[in-house]
């Protein structure tokens, strides 16, 4: 049970360049999300999902899309890359049973240096 | 919007001795409560989750209570060993697709 993957681990971008980080769960989650962590911010929302067909928009949307074409996987594009994309990047998921969600569980993350 | 803050942001303690650490949140309309650890460069890892409708929650020397109605969660951590020193972070889900993170507080046990 391999829980939330993400590749890569680690990228270098041009600014300008576009890159898709990629990440993808086996558990059926029906929850998924991207988080940026930034030192001094903590970790904010980019684009979540509830399901396979949608998605929306968190906190800090701008230059990033996603899909999500199957419960599986959740990839982010960053669509021209920028400095001020230079973050580490987290993907999550989690599930609801009954009146309960039962917490995330968070990959082991993507450190993108945009130069 | 949801508002979470850690008390204290750093904390130096010798091994052996208890550590307490504080979260509170301004909105007391919340699904759950998770702790998480980070190591440095690392991912997040769970801790404890803490559903709305509960005190607290136990895991090994680890204990989590549950405030809704003042705001507040605090973690405790039984007689610290060196190997828990990492940044704890508490998160709020105010639903099923967004956590609200705190800043944070980094652990630093003294062999």
């Known amino acids: 049970n391999a829980g939330v993957t993400q590749t890569p681990k680690f990228q270098v971008l041009k600014t300008g360049q576009s890159m898709t980080l990629q990440c993808a769960q086996d558990m059926n989650h029906e929850y998924m999300s991207w988080y940026r962590q930034d030192p001094g911010m903590g970790l904010r929302l980019i684009h979540y999902?509830?399901?396979?067909?949608?998605?929306d928009q968190g906190e800090v949307p701008n230059g990033y899309n996603v899909s999500r074409s199957t419960t599986e996987d959740f990839p982010l594009r960053l669509l021209s890359a920028a400095p001020s994309q230079t973050s580490v990047y987290f993907c999550?998921?989690?599930?609801?049973?009954?009146?309960?969600?039962?917490?995330?569980?968070f990959g082991s993350g993507t450190r993108l240096t945009v130069v | 919007k949801q508002e979470v803050t850690q008390i204290p942001a750093a904390l130096s303690v010798p091994e052996g001795e208890n550590l307490v650490l504080n979260c509170s949140f301004t909105?007391?309309?919340?699904?759950?409560l998770q702790w998480f650890r980070q190591d440095p460069g690392k991912g997040l890892t769970s801790l404890l989750l803490i559903q709305s409708s509960q005190r607290e929650q136990t895991s090994g020397r680890l204990n989590a209570s549950l405030d809704k109605s003042s705001g507040r969660s605090t973690l405790y951590i039984a007689a610290s060993q060196p190997g828990d020193s990492a940044t704890y972070l508490c998160a709020v889900a105010s639903n099923d697709y967004k956590l609200s993170f705190g800043a944070g507080t980094t652990v630093t046990v003294r062999a």
């Open positions: 999550a998921s989690s599930y609801r049973a009954g009146p309960f969600n039962y917490g995330y569980t």
């Open positions: 999902s509830v399901g396979a067909g949608i998605t």
């Open positions: 909105d007391s309309a919340i699904y759950n």
